[in-house]
């Protein structure tokens, strides 16, 4: 796989990322939103980039991972989600343009899930989505969307030990859906559950028919 640093122009700003390219040719493309940048979320993530080599080397999938206004060498301040949202629809719209008629997923973690969900749900999304992942999702102190609002189909994965995700809250948030995927023993940061993770993350893929090259984790 071969990665590239970029700059993307974003609504405050330049927004620092990388993009990862499989060897082989691209099948979809990913964009990973990292967690709170408030609390050291950045692209760099353990779960992020974990997410983004197993798109690359299992989906062989273009994988975009950006950071947020205001973490790292992107421009502006953080501002609550409202601009982290503006962020994700302008890469969103960097990504099309420049690998553009390839199937798009939305992978948020944590905080990054969230913004997901209401990019999603945003009266400007104008562009096809075909699978969101999230990853985490806090629903216990943040306010999520309600699902009916998502126009795309949704899969979750969490810790089982994970303070900040209840699995009674995603089920009804999910409604009648099977989509939710427990980590046995993960906490909110996969502490030590990285392998377990990635092998669910293959399961998950395997569901979705998307299987190019599974290999054991390390």
Not at 42 to 58: H, I, L, P
Not at 90 to 100: D, G, I, R, S, Y
Not at 174 to 189: K, P, R, Y
Request: hydrophobic residues 40%; charged residues 15%; aromatic residues 8%.
């Amino acid at each position: 796989m071969t990665s590239t640093q970029l700059m993307i122009e974003g609504p405050a700003g330049k927004l620092e990322a990388v993009i990862t390219h499989p060897q082989n040719p691209c099948r979809l493309n990913v964009i990973i939103c990292h967690p709170h940048p408030q609390y050291g979320g950045t692209f760099q993530d353990g779960v992020v980039t974990t997410c983004c080599n197993a798109f690359v080397s299992t989906v062989h999938a273009a994988c975009l991972r950006f950071n947020f206004r205001g973490v790292g060498q992107s421009a502006g301040q953080y501002s609550g989600g409202k601009g982290e949202t503006e962020d994700l629809l302008a890469v969103m719209q960097w990504l099309e343009h420049h690998q553009p008629q390839r199937p798009l997923w939305l992978v948020g973690y944590s905080f990054g899930s969230w913004i997901v969900s209401q990019a999603l749900a945003s009266a400007d999304l104008c562009l096809p989505v075909a699978q969101a992942l999230l990853i985490a999702p806090p629903m216990t102190v943040l306010d999520y969307p309600p699902k009916v609002d998502i126009p795309v189909p949704v899969d979750i994965i969490y810790g089982s030990n994970d303070p900040l995700v209840e699995a009674e809250a995603l089920q009804t948030w999910l409604g009648d859906t099977t989509s939710l995927h427990a980590i046995t023993e993960g906490d909110h940061f996969f502490s030590g559950s990285y392998r377990a993770l990635q092998a669910q993350l293959n399961t998950l893929f395997a569901q979705h028919d998307i299987v190019t090259d599974i290999k054991p984790a390390p």
